[in-house]
């Protein structure tokens, strides 16, 4: 979907510092619990070193090889260390670049897309007045918003922090050798959003089932016993039963798709009441709506992200696929969307 309308979020301010943007400092808070190590990288590389070096230690000097203790230790201490040293990890670069957005103001550059992949897109800028190549670890909806300019935030070294027109969201870039155009699909905006809101659901799920599956297992094939096998199921069951419970402001998001395609979008004036971000980057928001017929309805946002939120405040306005019951709510050509519930007049 192209977007018809004025971009419902407003372009940084130049010369202010990205960090004194109220919605962009909450996104901070959030980036920083999501990726904390509460440890330097020295100091963490240092531990798991130490504990990869018991494990096989403990490995040779077992009486039986089939201990399971030290294979565990192994596979734990290994997979920590591949995670944070991984090119794509976020764990060091919320720690050495995300600071740059307390003292540096976004700055807008010319920009243009080599290579879009799903988790991950090549992007050219010219910063300087020098064209730099970075891989930038954006989603297709953010990245179609690249048309010819986004906004930097780059200090000396190769790491930087990417903005696109029509969100706050924050994606870290790295600088990397220049390559040759490729092709770039066109990507329908809502659309997408909608569809990767539904399928990171899907992925947790996913995680959660491969993760337990293997752990079952193991546990057979270590344990081979009816109640290993048991208390294996009954784990994952319980686990399965508390992430639904947590993350149920966000189930709905399942039905996004078919929301966003049931029907045509209708513009109104939006006041958003008081709201509280939480820990995975959305909030529970009530807006009171007001329709171009002057009637006034009332929508429930269960899991509203905080840029959507953000431009509701920039905006005044909000848009919906309905007038009652379940809707789509969000900006028609932009990835901004969450589901909502509007009560019957």
Not at 292 to 299: A, E, F, I, L
Request: hydrophobic share 50%; charged share 15%; proline share 6%.
């Amino acid at each position: 979907m192209t977007s018809t309308h004025d971009s419902p979020v407003a372009a940084p301010r130049e010369g202010v510092v990205a960090a004194h943007d109220p919605t962009t400092s909450i996104l901070m808070w959030v980036w920083h619990l999501r990726y904390r190590s509460g440890a330097s990288t020295r100091a963490l590389t240092v531990v798991s070193s130490m504990l990869l070096l018991f494990a096989i230690a403990m490995f040779f000097l077992a009486e039986s090889t089939n201990t399971p203790l030290p294979i565990i230790l192994l596979v734990n201490n290994a997979l920590i260390l591949i995670g944070y040293w991984l090119p794509g990890s976020h764990y060091r670069w919320v720690r050495s670049t995300l600071q740059q957005l307390t003292t540096h103001p976004w700055r807008a550059v010319s920009t243009r897309v080599l290579r879009a992949g799903r988790w991950s897109s090549v992007v050219e800028v010219v910063d300087d007045g020098a064209p730099v190549v970075f891989r930038v670890w954006i989603d297709p909806a953010h990245r179609a918003m690249i048309t010819d300019t986004a906004y930097l935030i780059r200090e000396r070294g190769k790491r930087a922090v990417l903005r696109v027109p029509g969100s706050r969201e924050m994606f870290p870039a790295r600088v990397r050798e220049p390559i040759s155009p490729g092709e770039v699909p066109a990507v329908s905006v809502t659309e997408r959003w909608a569809g990767l809101a539904r399928d990171r659901l899907l992925w947790m799920a996913a995680q959660l089932v491969l993760v337990f599956g293997v752990i079952s297992l193991v546990s057979a094939l270590i344990w081979f016993s009816p109640y290993a096998i048991a208390l294996a199921a009954g784990v994952f069951v319980c686990v399965l039963a508390v992430a639904a419970f947590v993350m149920r402001q966000r189930l709905a998001d399942f039905r996004l798709p078919a929301l966003v395609a049931s029907g045509e979008w209708v513009r109104a004036a939006a006041a958003l009441g008081n709201w509280t971000a939480r820990r995975d980057g959305t909030a529970t928001a009530v807006a009171t709506l007001r329709l171009d017929d002057g009637t006034v309805r009332v929508v429930t946002m269960p899991a509203a992200s905080v840029d959507l939120l953000g431009a509701v405040v920039d905006s005044g306005s909000l848009w919906v696929t309905g007038t009652e019951g379940t809707v789509a709510v969000g900006f028609p050509g932009y990835p901004l969307l969450a589901t909502g519930t509007i009560a019957r007049p």
